[in-house]
């Protein structure tokens, strides 16, 4: 991809399925709708090719955390997308990573910026 | 990068992908066109943000998984178009794997029935065969006397079953019909349960039927009882007779059960076929023997023994164990019999299967390794020739690389064109390799033990699967890593002539070569030896003269002929006959057909100077003009006279003359044979005429009137050939007996080829695999250099335009396959070191190290190497250096 900003983040490998499972916790969205909103809330700081997304969802799909489903969009009737919706195992599969998540980066943050003993 | 859309199998999660990634281009484009784009550039904004569309679905396909399968299925189709579009490319390659697993198939079938597949009775591991090692007999291993294998019975611990059997030849009568001569085998009653084997129909023998003077009765093997019997079940109760002796049937085997023919597991095991051999045996009769009338110290070479081990017992144990009867029974022998000296009478037990395979292995192994050597070769090759087409696609390759392919799918994509080749090659291989052992099975030329049980099973089917992967892999593997270490933009950038050569691929490739240079070189050095080793049976000095002698064999029936005088007569007359024959110049008899083995073997003893180890020598009754008809040279005294009718002469062999008498003259001098005294008339020259791949044995000829046999070798030395006198012979015989059986009519010199039957196959099977292997590596050669050369047109332009002369660029060309070559040579000559040791036994007149085949081979290698390599060099020397410049 020519011309890419260079303070575009790459993402870090295996975060991308907890930014999708929660972003899903928010309601059921499709597959742009959760890019744009990755995009959005990051201020585009993270770099995600939307295509890298689908193979994600679909492999989420087939672990059972997310459900699918052809849906018309809300104000054009005429339309469908394919609608994503976190399930009670994507929930729980949610709080794993986010505990993991946080204890990663609390690990992280204790090297990079050490707390002074007193 | 995948090309072309795989076939979608549930058609609606695929076209459910494409829908909902088109949703999700759509709705983007159209927000970016929100924001002020132009339609075109808004689908373009919008194909950027999402990445490759093509490489996005692949990946999801494979979240699904069901698509490895279609991949599979995608990537053959890929390969099928691919080979195509290079038809040669692909037929060469089909023809080679079809021929290679084919081959391979077919030996290792073989290799497999006869060699490796226990034998087809119950628990066949614990079944031995035992011989006897008589000192009198100079130790040799031979059937043993069947006195002693009852005792052996009657005291050994160490065998659950013990038994002896003895292969024979007897004329068969069923219902009215010409009698026919059949192999049989008779045995004492418990053969079967020695076997344990159960009969399909009636029962196998019972104790009762070994008492003697007990009515012999018999039981049928399958095809038997389905040629004759037609698969009658109400056989049983039937007789068959011999001569006027009724037989009744009692039992029928079942139809998976083979029995050893008397070739393949000998009584008397020295070389040449065993009388009444080749043919496995058609019936089993009860032989009714009192053992303690037969002798103490002879009988030896007549009857086989078999025994079953007790379960946990080895075989040396029961070997020790039968070598302490053994000694017991030499003590026990009345004096005037036995050499009564502790180990005068030593005994070996032996595995059946090694017993009845014995001499087949090394050659079976030979063949083995020799078609998969060749094999081998044609792999290297295919790999080589891929190699080259991998190079010559490199720019494609770069291109589909560049594109976004990933390497490890184009990796997949060339083996996946092996794997193709290779299935469908090895399809067509087993298909040919299941006919060509039936035409073997049906028309073989050689002598194989268990050759009826040959049949593709599942263990062959696996080894050639095995084969088949490891093909693909071999030849597919190497070019397709090679394709791992092509560095796409490099390929991209520059000219195709200098993608091409990488120097690390031809050097890859010029191992390739070399290594071929060493299977191709060992093969053929092995062939070499094959070929000269049967050249020197047949240029050796036989000691008598093949040309222009016509054989026949006459049988006569035992019953009508049972007197000595009726045989005589009956001799007498056809030789007579014969002699009155136009064109006949002499006419004479033979017990035994020249070249086809031993037959009557006896001790011949000095009546003034008696021993105890007396070998067996090899007897023959002829009648006056014998020695004249085959030419034989007479070394002392005369040859047979009409004169030495019914006289107690006998004429011997140079060896055994010596052997007697040493540098003393025989002449006159008196021999004991069989009890009885003989004169020594005459002594001519040795001769190989039992077999020519042994030493020419010590032989004694005795008049025919002496014991006139039952069949009757004419020998009628003429120069007609033998389609115009046979009608003339054949009305000789029957003129005077016109119920003699004319077994064959042929010349000495098909008889002569026809005793290397074996020898002669060997050496055509390998002469047309060196020649496969030498065309293959000449090609391998050719298809390096002249890659090469492409490769470097621009250095050698460059070279010549500095001043390189025309011959300084034949050998820059012909240097870069030199080091392979003699490297391979080389390995190649000390890889057929290594197999001539091996294979020695195998080998007659000729060394595993032989100068002149090692030069031969060396010269022959190294012209066609040279002619591989000469039009390369020729189009390297024949480059314009202007017009390759120009090119730069």
């Known amino acids: 991809m020519p011309n890419e900003p260079s303070d575009r983040i790459q993402l870090l490998q295996g975060t991308l399925d907890m930014l999708i499972l929660r972003t899903l916790l928010l309601g059921p969205a499709h597959g742009h709708q959760i890019a744009k909103h990755i995009q959005r809330t990051t201020d585009d700081l993270l770099q995600i090719e939307h295509g890298s997304l689908y193979p994600a969802l679909h492999r989420l799909e087939r672990k059972g955390w997310l459900a699918a489903k052809w849906e018309p969009a809300g104000k054009d009737l005429k339309r469908e997308f394919k609608y994503y919706r976190l399930t009670a195992a994507g929930k729980k599969q949610l709080l794993a990573e986010e505990s993991k998540w946080k204890k990663l980066t609390a690990a992280v943050a204790r090297i990079m910026w050490p707390v002074e003993e007193s | ?888």
């Open chain 2, 1 to 888: 990068m995948r090309w072309g859309i795989p076939k979608p199998r549930p058609k609606s999660r695929e076209a459910d992908l494409d829908r909902e990634l088109r949703a999700h281009l759509e709705l983007e484009a159209e927000q970016q066109s929100d924001s002020g784009l132009t339609p075109e550039e808004a689908r373009y904004a919008a194909r950027r943000a999402f990445g490759n569309v093509t490489l996005t679905k692949e990946e999801v396909r494979q979240m699904w998984g069901w698509t490895r399968w279609d991949i599979f299925i995608q990537d053959l189709r890929y390969a099928l178009r691919s080979l195509r579009k290079s038809p040669g490319f692909a037929m060469a390659a089909f023809l080679t794997l079809a021929l290679g697993i084919g081959a391979s198939t077919a030996v290792f079938t073989i290799v497999d029935s006869v060699l490796l597949r226990p034998l087809a009775y119950r628990d066949s591991g614990r079944l031995v065969a035992l011989w006897e090692r008589p000192r009198m007999l100079g130790g040799e291993a031979t059937g043993p006397n069947p006195r002693h294998v009852d005792i052996w019975q009657k005291r050994a611990t160490a065998f659950s079953g013990l038994t002896f059997l003895r292969h024979m030849a007897i004329s068969l009568t069923v219902s009215t019909e010409h009698p026919q001569m059949a192999p049989i085998v008779a045995s004492p009653p418990n053969l079967f349960d020695v076997l344990q084997v159960q009969p399909l129909l009636g029962r196998t023998f019972i104790p009762e039927e070994g008492v003697p003077g007990h009515a012999s009765v018999v039981i049928l093997t399958y095809p038997f009882w389905q040629s004759l019997f037609h698969g009658d079940p109400g056989v049983i109760g039937k007789t068959i007779r011999t001569g006027n002796v009724s037989h009744e049937i009692v039992g029928v085997l079942p139809s998976d059960f083979h029995f050893p023919s008397g070739t393949t597991l000998r009584a008397f095991r020295r070389g040449g076929k065993a009388l009444n051999g080749g043919l496995d045996p058609l019936l089993f009769m009860s032989a009714g023997l009192d053992v303690t009338q037969m002798e103490w110290n002879g009988n030896y070479g007549n009857w086989v023994a078999l025994g079953r081990l007790k379960p946990g017992v080895a075989i040396s144990q029961a070997a020790a164990q039968v070598n302490v009867i053994q000694n017991q029974i030499v003590q026990e022998m009345p004096a005037s019999e036995g050499d009564h000296r502790p180990g005068s009478l030593l005994a070996s037990v032996q595995p059946l299967q090694e017993a009845m395979v014995g001499d087949s292995r090394t050659e079976l192994w030979l063949l083995m390794s020799a078609v998969l050597g060749l094999m081998l070769i044609a792999c290297l090759n295919l790999a080589n020739a891929q190699l080259g087409r991998g190079m010559a696609r490199s720019r494609e390759f770069a291109v589909r690389a560049a594109l976004g392919a990933a390497k490890g799918w184009l990796v997949w994509n060339s083996v996946a064109e092996n794997l193709l080749l290779a299935g469908c090659g090895g399809v067509a291989g087993v298909l040919l390799a299941g006919f060509s052992l039936d035409l073997f099975r049906r028309y073989s030329p050689v002598d194989l033990p268990r050759l009826s049980e040959v049949h593709l099973n599942l263990a062959v089917l696996a080894f050639s699967i095995a084969l088949i992967l490891a093909v693909s892999l071999l030849s597919g593997l190497l070019p397709a890593l090679r394709l791992l270490s092509t560095d796409p933009q490099a390929a991209l950038q520059q000219s195709t002539a200098r993608a091409l050569g990488s120097r690390h691929s031809n050097r890859l490739r010029r191992w390739l070569i070399g290594l071929q240079v060493a299977g191709c070189t060992a093969l053929l050095l092995v062939t070499g030896l094959f070929s000269k080793s049967l050249l020197h049976l047949l240029r050796q000095d036989k000691g008598f003269e093949t040309r222009k002698v016509i054989v026949a064999e006459a049988r006569l029936a035992p019953g009508e002929y049972a007197t000595d005088q009726s045989r005589i007569s009956f001799n007498d007359a056809v030789l007579e006959n014969l002699r009155a024959i136009p064109g006949v110049q002499i006419a004479a008899m033979v017990s035994a057909m020249p070249l086809d083995g031993e037959s009557w073997i006896e001790p011949v003893q000095r009546i003034d100077r008696p021993r105890l180890e007396t070998p067996l020598i090899n007897f023959r009754w002829v009648s006056p003009g014998y020695f004249e008809a085959t030419q034989q040279k007479l070394v002392a005294g005369r040859f047979f006279e009409e004169r030495d009718r019914q006289m107690s002469n006998v004429i011997l062999s140079e060896g055994e003359a010596k052997a007697l008498w040493g540098s003393e003259s025989p002449i006159g001098g008196q021999v004991k044979i069989e009890g009885r005294t003989f004169t020594v008339i005459g002594v001519v020259g040795d001769s190989r005429n039992t077999s020519l791949k042994t030493p020419p044995p010590r032989m004694a000829y005795v008049h025919y009137t002496d014991r006139p046999p039952y069949t009757s070798f004419f020998l009628i030395r003429a120069p007609t050939p033998v389609s115009t006198l046979a009608p003339g012979i054949r009305q000789a015989i029957w003129k005077y007996a016109p119920d003699a059986t004319i077994a064959r009519v042929q010349t000495l010199d098909s008889q002569l080829t026809d005793s290397l039957a074996t020898e002669r196959f060997q050496t055509s099977v390998l002469l047309s695999f060196g020649a496969a292997a030498l065309l293959l590596a000449m090609l391998g050669i050719y298809g390096v250099l002249s890659y090469s050369v492409i490769t470097r047109k621009q250095e050698i332009g460059v070279r010549m335009a500095l001043g390189a002369t025309r011959s300084s660029i034949y050998a820059l060309t012909f240097g870069e396959a030199g080091t392979p070559v003699v490297v391979g040579l080389a390995a190649g000559l000390a890889a057929s070191l290594l197999a001539g040791r091996l294979i020695q036994k195998l080998l007659y007149g000729v060394q595993a190290v032989d100068a002149t085949v090692i030069l031969t081979v060396t010269a022959l290698f190294l012209i066609s190497a040279t002619a591989a390599a000469f039009l390369p060099a020729r189009r390297a020397a024949s480059v314009d250096p202007m017009t390759t410049l120009r090119a730069e």
